[in-house]
């Protein structure tokens, strides 16, 4: 069994920074890929960045710059730093996983850490 446990979220104010983690755990041969989305109320879930196997990255157009993914393999954890944070960008931010396991690849997600940028 894989879960994933995200952290770092709360309450910040308009221009301030957040730094989410996501650790995994369980039986897992290989982390293939790690990614963060977010689903503010009302919306979609959205990617927000997306780090390969090989380090390469991508963001939500609106966020490079702003937001930095990075991992810690040895670790099974991913991070998103968040800077100069904006009222729009309070959501539920989830990590996502693919990953493989002794048998198959599969992917998982975490249950989500709610940010919320308010003054």
């Known amino acids: 069994q894989v879960q994933l446990v995200e952290s770092g979220g709360g309450l910040v104010q308009p221009g301030g920074s957040l730094t989410l983690s996501c650790a995994a755990s369980?039986?897992?041969?290989?982390?293939?890929?790690m990614a963060w989305y977010r689903q503010a109320p009302g919306k979609e879930r959205d990617l927000v960045a997306h780090?390969?196997?090989?380090?390469?990255?991508n963001y939500a157009g609106s966020l490079k710059g702003r937001f930095t993914i990075s991992s810690d393999k040895a670790k099974k954890t991913v991070y998103l730093q968040m800077n100069s944070l904006k009222p729009e960008d309070t959501a539920v931010y989830y990590c996502?996983?693919?990953?493989?396991?002794?048998?198959?690849?599969?992917?998982?997600w975490g249950r989500g850490t709610l940010v919320t940028v308010s003054s």
């Open positions: 996502k996983m693919a990953v493989t396991l002794t048998y198959y690849d599969s992917q998982f």
């Open positions: 369980g039986s897992i041969v290989s982390i293939n890929s």
């Open positions: 780090i390969a196997n090989d380090g390469t990255t």
